[in-house]
């Protein structure tokens, strides 16, 4: 894969769903969800100029009626092409642990990039390895809650309450993609 960095995959995500501008994509990034990512634009200019650079979009100057123009980027094939292969990565036990927030991001341009059947199958992946570590977790803290600080026993417990949340989450949203393909059927 040409892309290294996560903000590199966001955007040619977004990119990918409609031709953007620099401008298009910090606001979206200072208005929405996707606010993890800096909207700055010493770190999207930069990022879009190595997209550019390693041929994954291409960009042109847009004429306007104001007096500023737009410079508008598109995916490329080869941009697509690495943005696929980065979303049909399998979900491992890292990144479930370490990755959480990746995950998010590739499952957001699934359905567009890959289609409802792949997206099912991430999430498929997803809860399986999410049921693998939720035990560990259980047995963990089971084995060191008496030496644990207060403090520290809640932050571990609130860990997995959200892991299992996230589980539960993932199960219903299987079931939503197995009930569109039913009603599809």
Do not use: C
């Amino acid at each position: 894969m040409k892309t290294d960095s996560l903000l590199g995959f966001a955007l040619l995500g977004l990119i990918h769903l409609q031709p953007m501008s620099g401008y298009d994509l910090r606001k979206i990034f200072a208005s929405t969800a996707w606010g993890t990512f800096s909207d700055s634009p010493g770190a999207i200019y930069p990022a879009l100029r190595r997209l550019e650079t390693r041929g994954l979009v291409s960009s042109e100057v847009e004429e306007s009626t104001s007096l500023r123009k737009r410079r508008v980027f598109r995916i490329t094939a080869k941009g697509l092409a690495d943005l696929k292969e980065w979303l049909n990565q399998p979900v491992t036990h890292d990144d479930v642990i370490r990755r959480i927030a990746d995950l998010m991001v590739r499952l957001s341009f699934m359905d567009q990039t890959l289609g409802e059947e792949r997206t099912a199958e991430f999430l498929g992946e997803f809860a399986q390895e999410l049921d693998g570590y939720i035990p560990s977790l259980h047995k963990y803290l089971e084995s060191h809650a008496s030496e644990m600080s207060l403090s520290s026993r809640l932050a571990l417990e609130s860990g997995i309450q959200e892991y299992e949340t996230r589980l539960q989450w993932a199960r219903k949203s299987i079931a939503l993609y197995e009930e569109r393909d039913g009603d599809r059927g």
